[in-house]
C-alpha cells in the first residue's frame, strides 16, 4: 500500500516510477462560446467544472458575439465587461488570476491562472485581426493572447470566421490571413504558427453539408454523430489543405452545437425571414464551436524549403529542434463536449480540456519580495525585495498590494514605484516605503506583487500576510462599520 501510495505521489511530481523525470503536469480547462449578444447568465459553475475534484491550472476562455452596442462598448473600455467581471468574480475568491486579456467588438479572449504559476508567465502580448467587411470591421476575425509559460511558448487563437454553408473556402482564407498578419515582437516566435503550442478555437462556422435535414436529425437524436463526421466541411477541408492537417481535434462526439431555441435544447424550428418578406430555411444543425490544436513538427525540413537556401535559418532550427529535445513538452486532450444546460444563447458552449507535461525551463521567479515588519495604517510600511536572476528593469516597475483574492493587475489597494520610494539599497536586498495613507485601515489579508513595465507581467509576488486594523482610526472612533458605510458611499 505504500508503495503504491509513493508511487503514485511521484506520478503527481512529474517522476516516473524508475525516478526518471518525465516532467511536470498541468490542466488547461477551454471553453468556447458564441454568446449571441446575450448577457451572462447568473451561474457558470458547470461551464468552468467548478465542482470537479481536478482543479485546473490555467482557465482560457474565449467568446464570441459579446454585445457591443456603442453606448455598452464605451463603457466597457473603462470598465470590465459583464462577461469579464462574471469569470473574474467567481474564479478570485478560487485562487485564480485573471493574467490578461483582449477584446475585438464582439471577440473576447481571457486568459486565467492559478496564483502559483503567474510569476513563471512572461513575454504576454495579445493581437487582433479584422476580417469582416474586407478587413475593415471586427464583427468577424480572430484575437490572439501568447505567453511563455514555464518557458515554452504558447498561443491562443480565438476566431469567428465568415458564416454560412457555401463559404468553407472563404473561412479557411480568413484563418489563412490571420496567420499571416498577427506578428509578435518575439524573435523566436514572430509568428502564431512559430509557437511550441498552439490553440485554436472559437465560432469556426464550418457545417454539415450534402445531408438533408431529416437525416442530420436522425443522426442527433440516436447518437450515431459518427455518420455526420465525413460531411463536416472543418473535416473535409483538412483533406485538400496541408496547414489544417497540423492541427489535431479530438472526436465529435457531441451534438452539433448550432443553431438551438432560445431558452430550448431544440434545433432551430422556426423560418427566418429573407428579402421580401419570403420565409428561408431552417439552419442545419452544424459543429460551429471547434478546439484544435497544433504542436509544433518535429524533424527536418522539406526538400526546396527556404532552410536549404538560408544558413541562418538552419541554425535557428537546429537550436530550436536541441532545445524541444532538452525541454520536452506532450499534450493530451482530456476531453470534448458541449454544454447544453445553457440557453441565452442559439449556440451551445464547448468546453475541452488537457493536459500538459513539460519540463521547466525556469523554476525560480525573477523578483523575491516580502513585507518587513507589521504592517498598518498608522505608520509606515517598508518592502523588501531582492532580484533573484537578470531581468530588464525600469523606473516604472511597480510593486502593488492587493487583498488576497484579487481579480487582476489592475486590482490593487495601492502601489509604490520601485525607484522613486527607494530607502536602502545593496547588493541583495532593496527596500521601498509604502505611505501609511494608502494602506487600508481595516487591515485583511495582502500580498505584494512586482510588475514589471518592460516584461508586462508580475515577476514575484509574496506569500500571504495581514495587515493590522489602524488602533489610532479605532481610537477615534472610525469603527469598521462606519468605514464601510465610507467605502460603499464611495463607491456609488
Known amino acids: 500500500m505504500e508503495e503504491n501510495e509513493d508511487q503514485s505521489e511521484k506520478q503527481k511530481s512529474g517522476v516516473s516510477a524508475e525516478g526518471r523525470c518525465v516532467g511536470d503536469t498541468f490542466r488547461l480547462h477551454m471553453v468556447t462560446w458564441n454568446v449571441a449578444t446575450a448577457d451572462p447568465p447568473d451561474d457558470i459553475s458547470s461551464l468552468l467544472h467548478l465542482n470537479s475534484p481536478k482543479s485546473p491550472d490555467l482557465y482560457v476562455i474565449g467568446l464570441q458575439e459579446v454585445y457591443s452596442g456603442p453606448l455598452r462598448f464605451m463603457s466597457d473600455i473603462v470598465f470590465d465587461d459583464p462577461w469579464s467581471h462574471l469569470f473574474m468574480s467567481t474564479l478570485a475568491p478560487r485562487g485564480y488570476l485573471k493574467v490578461t486579456s483582449i477584446r475585438m467588438q464582439g471577440l473576447l479572449l481571457l486568459f486565467f491562472s492559478k496564483l502559483d504559476h503567474v510569476p513563471y508567465i512572461r513575454d504576454i502580448q495579445a493581437k487582433y485581426t479584422r476580417t469582416g467587411i474586407f478587413g475593415y470591421w471586427g464583427n468577424k476575425g480572430g484575437v490572439s493572447i501568447r505567453l511563455s509559460f514555464y518557458g515554452h511558448k504558447l498561443c491562443f487563437l480565438n476566431c469567428h470566421l465568415a458564416a454560412h454553408m457555401k463559404y468553407a473556402t472563404e473561412r479557411v482564407d480568413e484563418f489563412e490571413s490571420i496567420l499571416d498578419t498577427q506578428t509578435f515582437d ?287 482610526a479605532i481610537e477615534e472612533g472610525l469603527v469598521p462599520e462606519n468605514i464601510n458605510g465610507l467605502d460603499k458611499a464611495t463607491a456609488t
Open 186 to 472: 518575439c524573435k523566436k516566435a514572430p509568428k502564431v504558427l512559430d509557437h511550441r503550442l498552439v490553440f485554436w478555437f472559437g465560432d469556426l462556422n464550418f457545417r454539415i453539408q450534402d445531408h438533408g435535414m431529416h437525416f442530420l436529425r436522425t443522426c442527433i437524436n440516436n447518437h450515431t454523430y459518427h455518420l455526420l463526421w465525413s460531411k463536416d466541411q472543418l473535416t473535409m477541408m483538412k483533406k485538400k489543405e496541408p496547414m489544417l492537417q497540423e492541427f489535431e481535434e479530438g472526436p465529435l462526439d457531441f451534438q452539433p452545437t448550432y443553431k438551438f431555441d432560445l431558452n430550448s435544447d431544440a434545433y432551430d424550428s422556426r423560418p427566418y425571414r429573407t428579402w421580401f418578406a419570403f420565409n428561408g430555411k431552417k439552419r442545419k444543425p452544424a459543429w460551429t464551436d471547434r478546439v484544435l490544436w497544433r504542436l509544433r513538427p518535429k524533424g527536418p525540413p522539406s526538400e526546396g524549403s527556404d532552410e536549404n537556401e538560408d544558413p541562418g535559418l538552419a541554425e535557428k532550427n537546429a537550436k530550436q529542434q536541441e532545445e524541444d529535445e532538452a525541454y520536452p513538452l506532450k499534450v493530451r486532450q482530456d476531453s470534448y463536449i458541449s454544454n447544453m444546460e445553457y440557453g441565452i444563447s442559439d449556440h451551445k458552449p464547448v468546453i475541452s480540456t488537457f493536459t500538459m507535461e513539460l519540463r521547466k525551463m525556469y523554476e525560480t521567479p525573477l523578483v523575491s519580495l516580502h513585507a518587513d515588519g507589521d504592517w498598518s495604517a498608522d505608520i509606515d510600511a517598508v518592502v523588501v525585495y531582492s532580484p533573484l536572476q537578470p531581468f530588464p528593469s525600469s523606473t516604472w516597475d511597480w510593486i502593488g498590494l492587493y487583498k488576497v483574492g484579487f481579480t487582476s493587475v489592475s486590482d490593487y489597494i495601492t502601489y509604490t514605484w520601485v525607484k522613486d520610494d527607494e530607502v536602502s539599497f545593496n547588493e541583495e536586498l532593496i527596500q521601498v516605503y509604502v505611505s501609511k495613507e494608502e494602506i487600508p485601515v481595516l487591515g485583511g489579508e495582502c500580498v505584494l506583487c512586482y510588475y514589471s513595465s518592460t516584461l508586462q507581467c508580475i515577476i514575484g509576488i509574496s506569500e500571504p500576510f495581514k495587515v493590522h486594523e489602524s488602533k489610532v
